[in-house]
C-alpha cells in the first residue's frame, strides 16, 4: 500500500509542478525590462529630471527639455509603453500547462437510499492534466514574445511622433519669437529715420509728406509686432499642450538656433531606414509571429495532446477500500482535416505579413525621399538669402539711408528700402526654422538623429 501511495503523490507532485510546461525565449528579460522605459528620448545616460527641465523652460525654451517633458508625460507614448508591458506580461503564461482539474466521482450509489453514501461502490477523487502537443507550447511563447516586441516598436514610434511633432512647434515658436525681434530691430531703425526726417523738415530738406510716410510706417511695424506677439501666444500654447501644461503656463524665448551642418545622402539614410525605423521593425516581428503559428499549427497536426490523470478510489463495501487509478487520453490530429488546414491558413498569413512587410520599405523609402527633397529645398533657399538677397537688401537700405541722410532722395526710397530689408530678414527666420522643421521630417522618416556619418565630407 505504501509504494501504491508514493507513485500516487509522485504522479500528482508531477502533474502539479507544471515542469511540462513550454520554455522562455532567450532573449524576454532584456527585452521585457526594456518595455517600461522610454524607447527612443531618453536612451543613454541619465538626464535632468523633469523638475529641473521645467525650471530650464520657464528661462529659456530650449528643445531637449521640452521634448524630454512631452515624452514623458504624452498620453499616446504613455499608453503604447502601458500596452508593451502587458504584451510581455502575456509571454510568460503562454508557457504554462492548462489548469489543473480536481473531479470527483460516484459509482453504484443505490438509488432508494442516495443518502447513504457509505454504500456506494466507489468514491473517486481525481486530478486531470492537460499536456499540449509537444511545441505548441514554445511556439505559443514565441508567437507572444513576438507580440509584445511589435508593441515595443509601436512605442517606440510614438515616440518618434511626438519628438517630431515638439520640434515642429518649437520651429514655428521660434519663427514667431525671431519675427518679433526683428520687427523691434526694424522699429528702432525706422524711428531713427523718422527723427532724421523731423530734423531735416526743421532745415527744410525735406517735406511733411515725408515725415507723415516714416510715421505710417512705423505704425505699421507696431501693428505688426502686436500680432506676432499673438503668434508667440498661441505657439507657446501648443507647446505647452505638448508638454501636458497649463496653455498659460511660462515658456522663455528660444535660444538662437545655428543651420544644422548635416548632409544627409541616399544611400547612407536607407541604410539607417532598415536598421533603425521602428515600423519596420515591427513589421519584421510581425512576421516572425506569424513563423511562430505557423509551427505551433505544424505541432499541434504532428503531435497529440495528452491528458493524464490519477485517481483515489474508496470503495467502502469491497474487501480491499483503499485503491488508486491512472488514465491517459490522447487527440488523433492525424484524422483531423482541421490541423492540415490551420496550417494553410497560418501558412498564407506568413506571406501576407512578408507582403506588408515590402510594401511598408518602400512607402518609407518613398517618404525618406520626399523629406530629403524638402530638406534640400529648404537649405538652397537660405543659402540664397544669406549669400543673396540679405547682403543686397542691406546694401540698397544702406545706400538709400546715406542719400537720405545727405538731403537726397525721397521717403518713397527709404521705406521701400526699409520694407524689402525687414521682408528679407523675416524670409531668413522662417527659412531657417523650416530648414530645422525639414531635417526633423528627415529624422522621422529614418527613425531617428543624422548621425556623424551623415555630415558633409564625410564617408
Not at 84 to 112: C, I, S
Not at 248 to 254: E, F, K, L, S, V
Not at 273 to 298: C, H, N, Q, T
Request: a neutral charge.
Amino acid at each position: 500500500m505504501s509504494i501504491l501511495r508514493s507513485c500516487f503523490v509522485a504522479v500528482t507532485v508531477a502533474i502539479c509542478s507544471g515542469c511540462f510546461g513550454g520554455s522562455m525565449p532567450s532573449d524576454y528579460p532584456r527585452a521585457a525590462e526594456q518595455a517600461g522605459a522610454p524607447a527612443v528620448a531618453s536612451a543613454g545616460a541619465p538626464g535632468p529630471t523633469l523638475a529641473q527641465d521645467e525650471a530650464t523652460i520657464e528661462k529659456e525654451a530650449r528643445l531637449g527639455a521640452i521634448t524630454r517633458i512631452a515624452v514623458a508625460r504624452s498620453p499616446t507614448v504613455l499608453e503604447a509603453r502601458a500596452r508593451a508591458q502587458a504584451a510581455f506580461a502575456r509571454v510568460r503564461p503562454m508557457t504554462r500547462l492548462p489548469d489543473l482539474e480536481l473531479k470527483y466521482e460516484l459509482w453504484g450509489q443505490p438509488l432508494n437510499r442516495p443518502w447513504a453514501l457509505g454504500e456506494a461502490a466507489m468514491h473517486m477523487f481525481g486530478l486531470r492534466q492537460t499536456f499540449p502537443a509537444a511545441g505548441t507550447l514554445d511556439a505559443q511563447a514565441r508567437v507572444a514574445f513576438e507580440e509584445a516586441k511589435v508593441a515595443f516598436d509601436v512605442a517606440r514610434a510614438r515616440e518618434l511622433d511626438v519628438i517630431a511633432d515638439v520640434r515642429k512647434a518649437w520651429a514655428a515658436y521660434y519663427a514667431a519669437d525671431r519675427d518679433k525681434v526683428t520687427h523691434v530691430e526694424h522699429a528702432t531703425r525706422t524711428k531713427e529715420l523718422v527723427d532724421l526726417a523731423r530734423v531735416q523738415l526743421q532745415v527744410a530738406k525735406t517735406a511733411q509728406a515725408d515725415v507723415l510716410r516714416l510715421d505710417l510706417a512705423l505704425t505699421r511695424v507696431h501693428t505688426e509686432i502686436v500680432t506676432l506677439d499673438s503668434q508667440i501666444a498661441i505657439q507657446r500654447a501648443r507647446l505647452n499642450v505638448a508638454m501636458g501644461r497649463a496653455v498659460d503656463a511660462p515658456i522663455g524665448p528660444p535660444p538662437e538656433l545655428e543651420p544644422a551642418d548635416v548632409v544627409p545622402r541616399i544611400e547612407q539614410v536607407r541604410a539607417l531606414v532598415l536598421a533603425r525605423r521602428p515600423e519596420l521593425a515591427a513589421a519584421m516581428g510581425a512576421v516572425r509571429k506569424s513563423e511562430a503559428a505557423v509551427d505551433a499549427a505544424k505541432s499541434a497536426a504532428k503531435y497529440p495532446t495528452v491528458m493524464a490523470g490519477v485517481d483515489y478510489q474508496l470503495m467502502p463495501t469491497a474487501p480491499m477500500p483503499h485503491n488508486f487509478g491512472v488514465m491517459i487520453q490522447l487527440s488523433l490530429p492525424w484524422l483531423s482535416p482541421k490541423r492540415s488546414e490551420d496550417v494553410k491558413a497560418a501558412e498564407a498569413a506568413v506571406g501576407a505579413d512578408k507582403a506588408a512587410r515590402e510594401s511598408l520599405e518602400t512607402q518609407i523609402l518613398l517618404q525618406v525621399a520626399e523629406a530629403l527633397a524638402r530638406w534640400e529645398g529648404a537649405r538652397k533657399t537660405l543659402a540664397l538669402v544669406d549669400d543673396q538677397l540679405l547682403p543686397q537688401a542691406t546694401k540698397t537700405f544702406d545706400a538709400t539711408r546715406a542719400s537720405y541722410a545727405a538731403g537726397g532722395g525721397d521717403s518713397l526710397s527709404i521705406v521701400d528700402g526699409l520694407r524689402t530689408l525687414l521682408q528679407v530678414r523675416v524670409e531668413r527666420n522662417r527659412a531657417l526654422a523650416q530648414l530645422d522643421i525639414a531635417i526633423t521630417e528627415v529624422e522621422r522618416a529614418i527613425g531617428g538623429p543624422l548621425t556623424p556619418a551623415t555630415k558633409e565630407g564625410k564617408p
